[in-house]
């Protein structure tokens, strides 16, 4: 008698690896703190709470219900999915400094800095910051 056992891939799917690089803290051009994390198989990114922005509102914000909140609890980036190739996409970035909403692409560039592109239509509209890693 023979028995077969299937016991699935041997290893992770390397794409979902390389996906999740992405994750950690990054500090913005304007040095607030942005951390990206997975939910499902989207990245989103919230403001991290600081000392400095522990107080700062979301007064900027096109909806007078929010500016209110504290801004260190916004969604600051939404949806974005691995595209390959070190690059995410299909997501929107938050702008607290003009309470907008763009489309946005982010590269990872090495390990410990991206570049986050918003953009209105097309992508050649937009403007591009780069954000360092934060260490642990």
């Known amino acids: 008698m023979t028995c077969l056992v299937f016991l699935g891939p041997v290893s992770a799917d390397p794409s979902f690896q390389e996906a999740d690089r992405l994750m950690g803290i990054w500090l913005t051009e304007s040095k607030d703190k942005v951390e990206i994390y997975k939910k499902g198989e989207q ?10 922005n522990k107080d700062r509102l979301d007064d900027k914000n096109p909806d007078e219900s929010l500016r209110t909140r504290r801004l260190a ?4 980036l939404k949806d974005f ?18 309470g907008k909403t ?3 692409t982010i ?8 570049r986050v592109r918003g953009y209105i239509g097309i992508s050649l ?8 890693r934060v260490p642990k």
């Open 102 to 104: 763009y489309r946005c």
């Open 43 to 52: 990245y989103f990114g919230k403001g991290v709470v600081t000392p400095e």
């Open 73 to 76: 609890d916004v969604l600051i």
């Open 107 to 114: 590269t990872m560039k090495s390990e410990d800095e991206v």
């Open 125 to 132: 509209l937009g403007r591009t910051e780069v954000w360092p």
């Open 81 to 98: 999915r691995y595209l390959g190739e070190n690059r995410w996409g299909k997501g929107t970035i938050y702008d607290p400094n003009n």
